[in-house]
């Protein structure tokens, strides 16, 4: 005859100790079945100003995109056109010192805002006169001027898209700089 196999489990519920036979291992199997970790709700993240581009659902919308290592990282508004003005170049100088991941949101006058695919490693490539990201075709999916007020998008594989914006040309309403660390 087969011995069974006793145990000691303490409950919740009782101060003193309980003597489980084979229905106690049952239910701990049940239990432990019944523990697997369960996704947990995105962290809504902390911004440090409002945005000017996204409005609070937005925001929360993009969080679930981001890379793990910068949830639950406060998000610090390090440039944004109406407070620092259109300049590429102060746009770099207020960036300078962050080192850490950057989310860069941008809207257009008609309102369109500019999402990334992630498909290519053709991001991004600035010098003093602009800002340009995504390629294919030999043409940028997104570039800015030095003056941070026009722009002009185009398709290209890292957006996976056609133009990014309603024309090909456009003014910029307002963009912002975040630092996600």
């Not at 590429?88 to 257009?108: A, C, F, I, V």
């Not at 990334?116 to 997104?142: A, E, H, I, P």
């Not at 002009?152 to 040309?169: H, I, K």
Request: some cysteine.
């Amino acid at each position: 005859m087969k011995g069974r196999r006793w145990r000691y489990t303490q409950l919740p519920t009782q101060v003193e100790d309980t003597l489980s036979g084979e229905e106690g291992e049952k239910e701990e199997e049940e239990e432990e079945e019944e523990a697997v970790p369960v996704p947990q709700e995105p962290v809504e993240p902390q911004l440090t100003e409002a945005s000017q581009v996204l409005g609070v659902s937005e925001i929360k919308q993009l969080s679930l995109h981001l890379p793990a290592r910068v949830t639950g990282h406060p998000w610090s508004l390090v440039f944004c056109t109406s407070r620092d003005g259109f300049s590429l170049r102060r746009l770099y100088r207020q960036m300078e010192g962050h080192s850490g991941p950057t989310l860069l949101l941008l809207k257009d006058q008609d309102g369109q805002v500019f999402k990334w695919t992630g498909s290519n490693s053709f991001f991004v490539k600035g010098d003093l006169d602009s800002l340009m990201m995504g390629s294919g075709s030999g043409q940028f999916g997104l570039w800015l001027d030095g003056d941070l007020y026009h722009g002009g998008s185009y398709p290209c594989a890292t957006f996976n898209n056609e133009v990014l914006a309603r024309q090909e040309q456009f003014c910029i309403e307002e963009l912002e700089a975040w630092a996600l660390s």
